[in-house]
């Protein structure tokens, strides 16, 4: 048997602005869940996103230090269509979050946006271009 992808892991410096930035972006995370040390939530289609403070990290591996420069991973979140890519990138960054790209049209077809979360991941936001090539759900 091979291993299935089942989690991706973040680690976070502040869970309470982690968690909010995430849940603005419309993830079912609880509100008390803001001082746990672990966090983490089910995506539709079974795969799970975690958050594990500084601290945690720590427990096991007292020499982890946070990476430097530019973000080697970034979660993708697809919208319904461009205007809702910009919509989205308007509301966060207005919120006070790192807008890293402001939204274009790529060439590969889509309308896409780049910001960063609170510990400086990079969060796509993108939609067809096409209104003829609706995302598929799940």
């Known amino acids: 048997m091979t291993p299935r992808f089942d989690l991706v892991g973040l680690t976070s410096t502040d869970?309470?602005?982690t968690l909010a930035f995430y849940r603005r972006l419309?993830?079912?995370i609880p509100?008390?869940?803001d001082t746990e040390p672990h966090v983490e939530v089910t995506l539709p289609g079974g795969l799970r996103l975690a958050w594990d403070t500084v601290a945690t990290i720590r427990a096991f591996?007292?020499?982890w230090t946070p990476p430097t420069g530019s973000p080697r991973v970034s979660l993708a979140f697809r919208c319904v269509d461009p205007a809702e890519v910009d919509r989205w990138y308007a509301e966060l960054?207005?919120?006070g979050h790192h807008g890293a790209k402001e939204p274009w049209d790529?060439?590969?077809g889509q309308r896409y946006a780049v910001l960063h979360d609170p510990d400086g991941n990079g969060v796509d936001l993108f939609a067809p271009l096409d209104d003829e090539a609706p995302l598929a759900d799940g």
Request: charged share 30%; net charge negative; hydrophobic share 45%.
């Open 61 to 63: 591996d007292p020499t």
């Open 93 to 95: 960054t207005d919120a």
């Open 15 to 17: 869970m309470g602005r």
């Open 106 to 108: 790529a060439v590969w």
């Open 31 to 33: 509100a008390d869940a």
């Open 26 to 28: 419309g993830l079912d």
